[in-house]
């Protein structure tokens, strides 16, 4: 039976993976990594330094380095480096660890909402279904038999809840998440994990952010998930900002938008715009910045 992590950069695939590796070995381990483009430069070194390790090889410190040349995104030239770079940076990394599966469909979500001809939400993330869900199915049906394989989420026990639309849309395949099950530990307890196996936190934790996916720019995020983005990456926030502002442009339509606000029971569309100028100007207090929302790329499954 071979074994297959959904490992996205963050801290619950990762020690979903290391639960499986203890269990069972490096040596039918998986890692199935669906590439957006859009990483942080810090995601893509803990994930590369992170699967080494459940590999039981040196770290790749030229790996490492190749990361950290990655650009930040602030400009479409930016995404196009990125698209030059991560490519090969991407073989590379399969070469040395075989069993690491690292996919791009070339696109960025921006560019999948642009082909869709429509912004993704909450509701509707078009970037998660072709970026995420689509391209590891097709995968996993590729090379593997139902009876062949057994796959796992890194979602935690607080997320339980999410398990019976991944069961569901995985099906006839046999799904399971480890880190629902006991030892019960939260994000805190795999950081400190994650520290004492030697694996320095991802930058977007440290920022605050409640998932380390898509550099921040997360459509199922909220207001105050977006502010974070804000304060923290304020160029990358500005490059999303135009990206909306042109959607809504080719579309012909102001009634599209990532983000909605409800007052007094009637929802409203909010731009990154307008959230981003009420937020200079002071008018913080009528962000909700409680609303974070969250990745659902494997947990929320949308029509295409």
Request: aromatic share 8%; proline share 4%; net charge negative.
């Amino acid at each position: 039976m071979q074994h297959i992590i959904m490992y996205s950069g963050g801290g619950g695939s990762r020690n979903a993976a290391r639960r499986i590796k203890l269990q069972h070995g490096p040596d039918s381990l998986h890692l199935l990594f669906t590439d957006t483009l859009v990483e942080d430069k810090d995601t893509y070194r803990y994930m590369i330094e992170s699967a080494a390790m459940l590999y039981d090889m040196p770290k790749p410190y030229h790996l490492i380095a190749a990361c950290a040349e990655i650009p930040d995104i602030r400009s479409d030239d930016d995404v196009q480096r990125r698209k030059e770079m991560l490519p090969l940076l991407a073989a590379k990394t399969m070469r040395l660890m075989p069993r690491f599966v690292w996919l791009q469909d070339g696109r960025t979500p921006w560019e999948v909402f642009r082909d869709k001809r429509w912004i993704g939400n909450s509701r509707v993330a078009q970037c998660s279904h072709v970026l995420k869900q689509a391209l590891s199915r097709r995968w996993v049906e590729e090379n593997f038999e139902p009876n062949e394989v057994t796959l796992y989420v890194g979602i935690d026990w607080t997320e339980i809840h999410r398990m019976e639309s991944i069961v569901d849309h995985w099906q006839p395949y046999t799904v399971l998440a480890p880190m629902t099950e006991a030892p019960y530990q939260d994000k805190q307890d795999m950081h400190r994990l994650d520290r004492l196996d030697g694996l320095r936190m991802q930058r977007m934790y440290e920022q605050g952010f409640a998932h380390a996916n898509c550099g921040g720019f997360c459509v199922r995020g909220g207001q105050g998930h977006f502010i974070n983005l804000l304060r923290n990456n304020r160029p990358y926030y500005l490059h999303n900002e135009g990206k909306e502002l042109d959607m809504q442009h080719e579309l012909d339509r102001t009634d599209v938008s990532i983000l909605t606000r409800e007052t007094d029971g009637v929802k409203s569309n909010l731009t990154l715009h307008q959230l981003r100028k009420e937020w200079d100007s002071g008018l913080g207090q009528q962000i909700d910045l409680m609303d974070i929302g969250g990745c659902g790329c494997f947990a929320n499954y949308d029509s295409p």
